[in-house]
């Protein structure tokens, strides 16, 4: 079974009613279809956190596997800096995570991004 996150712009009311439906099937012992959500207040604090380059370093980091960060900016070609300030940024929102030796990982195995363009 595939790791899989879903990420997009929602509100906080629509937050709540996922969160209270999810809350109400568990209580009811239900079959619970577990779900990882990241969402955003707008676009723009969307695209604000997932800019090219950190998209980027997600997928060389599904394909290569763990790194250190000096080894992600190596294989990216970057400034071992701004990949720095890049890992710290997803991992602040648990895009990648570090291992128990250190190294940076994407758990994710699909990263399933929605935009609603029309309200």
């Known amino acids: 079974m595939s790791k899989r996150i879903d990420i997009g712009v929602e509100d906080a009311k629509e937050g709540f009613r996922r969160f209270s439906d999810a809350w109400n099937s568990a ?10 959500h990241l969402n955003f207040e707008n676009l723009e604090a969307l695209i604000s956190v ?3 380059k950190r998209l980027e370093l997600l997928k060389s980091l599904r394909q290569q ?5 000096k080894g ?10 701004n990949v720095h300030v890049d ?3 997803l991992e602040a929102v648990n895009l990648i ?5 250190g190294l940076v990982v994407a758990p994710w195995d699909v990263i399933d991004a929605h935009v609603r363009l029309v309200a």
């Open 27 to 36: 209580r009811s012992n239900s079959d619970i279809n577990t779900e990882v």
């Open 72 to 81: 992600l900016a190596e294989a990216l070609g970057r400034d071992y800096k």
């Open 50 to 52: 997932l800019t090219p």
């Open 65 to 69: 596997g763990p790194l250190s960060v």
């Open 97 to 101: 995570q570090r291992t128990d030796s």
């Open 87 to 89: 890992t710290a940024e």
